[in-house]
């Protein structure tokens, strides 16, 4: 049973739906753990903006 009240990639609108698409392309689907911060769509884009940081910087 979860605790969490998420918003799934098929009822996704909106602006999660615009984040969720993004994901799906880099990553071919979207991962439970980033389904988790849709219940706080500010906290999932700057979760997603992060990521995408990470995965495009160069290391030092």
Request: charged letters at 10%.
């Amino acid at each position: 049973m979860s605790y969490l009240n998420t918003t799934t990639p098929s009822d996704a609108t909106g602006e999660i739906a615009a984040i969720y698409a993004e994901i799906a392309a880099a990553f071919g689907g979207v991962p439970s753990i980033i389904q988790a911060s849709s219940t706080q769509p500010f906290y999932l884009k700057q979760q997603w903006e992060w990521i995408k940081h990470t995965l495009t910087s160069s290391p030092p």
